[in-house]
C-alpha cells in the first residue's frame, strides 16, 4: 500500500492526476494506457524528445500534453 505523502499531483491534458513521486515519464505513460511509440510529449510547455523520457522524472506541479499520433490516409 502506497502512502499518500509518496503520491504527487500533476496535469495531464488539464486533468488533475496523481502518481508514486518516483515515476518516471515512460511508466506514466503505461499507468494512463497509452503506448510511448504512438504519443507525443509536451513536458511543462516544451516538446520532450522522445531519447529524454527515460531519464524525465514527473514532479509535483508538472504540466503535461499527451497528444496521440493517429496514422490514415
Known sequence: MTNTRDQI???????????????KLPQLLEQLDLNP????????GEILHRQFWSTTQIKEGDHLEVVTIVGGG
Open 9 to 23: 499531483t500533476l496535469q495531464v491534458n488539464g486533468e488533475s492526476r496523481t502518481c508514486a513521486a518516483d515515476t
Open 37 to 44: 511509440r504512438l504519443v507525443a510529449v509536451e513536458y511543462n
